[in-house]
């Protein structure tokens, strides 16, 4: 198999932010929730290496205790997306008529807020916390993994090899399951990718408005957040999990790019 | 006399390779020179190298293209002003060589307008004309319609109407026929090489069927990976070939199998009564939709180990009575009888019965086939039911299958990696695999080529003598049947026509449709 360049460089750069999630798991340089109001916005230095904040928290080790935080919601989110959206895909796209009908048109009207809106809503009802936005973000994502799912499926169900396989007796199940969901793979990889994305700058945007991961606990969207007010005093409380976000999601989005090449069985031969 | 076209040692290169290599011939004024040659011949790639529109990767690599004396170079203003009034072209896929966003009638003047100095109202009566002498009827009108409201091969026609309208010297036509039935193929030929005669138009013609050669063209020339094998005039060259590649060319046109006794009068293994399918056409918006009739009030018996061969021109529901027969398509009166016992309303575990015994080969082996399988697990998946068959024996028979198909060793490819004639014996084997008693070949062997085709014929005939199964064999093409039918039944506008033994009606056809179908069938001539 070729190297690919965008398996590399992707693979680097999420190896990267996974290893640092990993070490925080078991080793941070600090506690990253303790305050020490005597070494507020400390610049950085030996013993902290990207300073504090505003309450003297250790900058890195929030950092690398985000890197957990923003990670897990981002995959269990997308994770959740896309089993809700292929299963409404699936289920309308195979069996037509009613079901999707009515499941097209809940789909659209879903579709239609933006999904920020749609998650802003239901955490209202919620209340901020982790598991919510994993569920708000999930229920406002899926509509959209619904229809490109949908879509692929109507064009692959009218071949023929799934009319073939209805000729050798396998049962509906098997041949959507068999012969039509793998056909989903490519378009699904990509926007995966795309969602965790949108995911990670949903969850900032959710902090932002005080809806989501709730302190003290560190997710690179509530660091960028809250470093908002300190711009020109210390920059780097906000460049930090900027770097961070960008290069996560531009590792995704690489990496995602490289496994619909590999996924094709045209380049994998 | 100035030969119209003069090709003199041309080479095409893509990349490295050479697509064509040393080609020379010429055609006089009035002439038609047909290239014959399989798929990868190099046939395409000259005609496209005389008109200038090389595909990106393909490059002329030497010798020269004289038109009328003047030579042609790539990418010149001489030959863009002779691409319309000097050379035509008509390609193959009447499908999409007709701009969908624009009414026929003014795709038509395009050229028109482009190479003469016609009034509006010239035009519009020169176009009018010439639809009118390609058969489209009220042509008038039919100049405002779309390309999608017309059939494959009125497309075709249209196409050649507004490529004959500028009455070009040379008419180049790329493989005009191969997407459209037998019926109409022969409609559209007769056509071209009418107008041909009519205007003085030198024919270049693109073809793989040398059925097409022994009618319509004088001159042949025999391609085979991109260098001539043979050339001459057309019916010796075909009569008495002299290279060994021409020879296997002829020989794969279809012939006559021996006649077998008919099937005795054993219980009828698949049994078809009154069955109708229909479909609601698009209705308007307020309007009740109107029933079109696929399949109207057919009754068909075929016996365990008889070969049925099931004819009819595109529209003659012949493909949809075959998927009917095995429940692909719901039929919406009549019955299915399998081995005497009712299946029409049959499903779930109660169909699987009919289901495990019946298989279908379809046309087209690049869609029919999961392109994310291996052809290993796409011949061992039927193994998967009924179940029991543990893993390995079931891999253990696929191969086995495989290598029956001629095939051994190829088990761990993807589709993509094989040929149309090695995808078309994936599914062949894949039909097989479980033994079947009942397979229904939809077009199997009519997207392959002349020799490929006679070879899957051969897989074909040779498996169901061995395994005897019955076998209903959907196809436009009578010389196709003559191979390999016991029976014949005709199929037209959802009805049988005429129905009887293989001989008897190919030698004496009782119904018109069936005498058309067998003018047009282009057999081995002399035979």
């Not at chain 2, 035509?88 to 190479?115: C, D, K, W």
Request: hydrophobic content about 50%.
């Amino acid at each position: 198999m070729r190297l690919r360049p965008n398996l590399l460089i992707g693979g680097t750069l999420l190896g990267f932010v996974f290893a640092v999630a990993a070490t925080a798991l078991v080793w941070t340089p600090y506690d990253p929730v303790r305050i020490n109001l005597r070494r507020r916005l400390v610049p950085p230095s030996a013993d902290y290496w990207l300073g504090t904040d505003e309450f003297g928290r250790d900058v890195a080790s929030r950092l690398m205790e985000g890197a957990v935080t923003s990670l897990t919601v981002a995959a269990a989110t997308v994770v959740m997306a896309l089993v809700l959206g292929m299963a409404i895909g699936l289920a309308g796209g195979f069996l037509r008529g009613w079901t999707d009908r009515i499941l097209g048109a809940v789909n659209d009207t879903l579709l239609a807020f933006p999904g920020i809106l749609l998650a802003l809503g239901l955490l209202a009802v919620l209340g901020p916390s982790r598991w919510g936005i994993v569920l708000a973000l999930g229920l406002a994502y899926a509509p959209s993994v619904a229809r490109v799912v949908r879509g692929s499926v109507l064009s692959i169900r009218e071949r023929e090899f799934v009319e073939a396989s209805r000729a050798l007796g396998n049962s509906e199940g098997y041949t959507l399951l068999r012969h039509v969901l793998p056909h989903t793979a490519a378009p699904v990889t990509v926007l995966a990718t795309s969602l965790f994305g949108w995911v990670i700058l949903a969850e900032s945007a959710l902090s932002f408005l005080g809806l989501g991961v709730p302190p003290p606990a560190a997710t690179w969207g509530n660091m960028l957040a809250s470093a908002r007010p300190f711009m020109g005093d210390a920059p780097l409380l906000s460049i930090a999990p900027g770097v961070m976000i960008a290069t996560c999601l531009l590792g995704v989005n690489l990496l995602g790019d490289a496994l619909r090449d590999l996924l094709d069985p045209r380049d994998g031969a | 006399m100035t030969p119209v076209l003069e090709v003199h040692r041309l080479s095409i290169a893509a990349g490295a390779r050479r697509v064509v290599q040393d080609l020379s011939f010429r055609i006089a004024p009035g002439e038609a020179l047909a290239l014959v040659g399989e798929s990868g011949s190099g046939k395409s790639a000259t005609a496209r190298a005389v008109i200038g529109l090389l595909p990106p990767g393909l490059a002329r690599d030497g010798g020269a293209i004289r038109f009328e004396g003047a030579a042609l170079a790539p990418g010149s203003a001489v030959l863009r002003r002779l691409r319309g009034p000097g050379i035509g072209m008509v390609f193959q896929e009447p499908m999409t060589s007709l701009n969908p966003a624009h009414r026929i009638g003014a795709q038509m003047e395009e050229g028109l307008a482009l190479h003469t100095s016609l009034s509006r109202s010239g035009r519009r009566d020169a176009c009018i004309a010439m639809l009118e002498r390609v058969g489209i009827a009220d042509p008038a009108s039919r100049l405002n319609a779309f390309p999608h409201e017309f059939s494959g091969g009125m497309r075709q026609r249209i196409m050649l109407a507004s490529v004959m309208l500028l009455r070009p010297r040379l008419l180049i036509a790329d493989e005009p026929t191969t997407a459209l039935d037998t019926l109409t193929q022969a409609e559209v030929m007769d056509l071209i090489s009418g107008l041909a005669r009519e205007h003085g138009t030198a024919l270049l013609l693109i073809t793989h069927d040398l059925g097409l050669v022994a009618r319509y063209a004088d001159q042949a020339l025999v391609m085979q990976e991109g260098r001539m094998v043979e050339a001459g005039p057309a019916a010796p060259l075909l009569d008495t070939p002299r290279e060994a590649y021409t020879r296997a060319l002829v020989d794969a046109l279809p012939r006559r199998g021996p006649a077998r006794p008919a099937a005795a009068a054993s219980a009828p293994l698949i049994e078809v009564r009154s069955l109708s399918v229909t479909y609601p056409k698009r209705g308007a918006l307020f309007r009740r939709a109107e029933i079109f009739r696929a399949v109207d009030d057919v009754s068909l018996t075929i016996h365990p180990g008889e070969v049925v061969a099931l004819v009819g021109g595109s529209g003659s529901g012949k493909t949809t009575l075959g998927r009917a027969m095995l429940r692909l398509v719901p039929s919406s009166a009549g019955q299915l009888l399998f081995r005497g016992q009712e299946v029409t309303h049959r499903s779930g575990p109660a169909l699987l019965d009919f289901r495990l015994a019946c298989q279908i080969i379809f046309q087209d082996p690049y869609s029919s086939l999961d392109p994310r399988m291996r052809v290993r697990d796409i011949v061992a998946e039927p193994l998967r039911l009924p179940a029991g068959l543990p893993m390995d024996e079931r891999y253990r028979r696929a191969e086995a299958m495989l290598e029956e198909v001629g095939l051994g060793g190829l088990g761990a490819r993807f589709p993509h990696a094989l040929s149309g004639g090695q995808r078309q014996r994936v599914a062949i084997a894949r039909a097989l695999v479980r033994n079947p008693a009942f397979v229904v070949a939809d077009e199997a062997v009519s997207a392959l080529d002349a020799t490929v085709r006679k070879q899957v014929l051969a897989l074909l005939r040779e498996q169901q003598r061995r395994r005897g199964f019955a076998c209903l064999f959907v196809t436009h093409d009578l010389g196709v049947v003559e191979e390999i039918a016991d029976r014949i039944v005709v199929m037209q506008h959802g009805c049988i026509v005429e129905s009887g033994p293989r001989d008897a009606v190919l030698d004496a056809p009782a119904h018109d449709y069936t005498r058309a179908l067998l003018a047009a069938a282009l057999r081995r001539p002399g035979v």
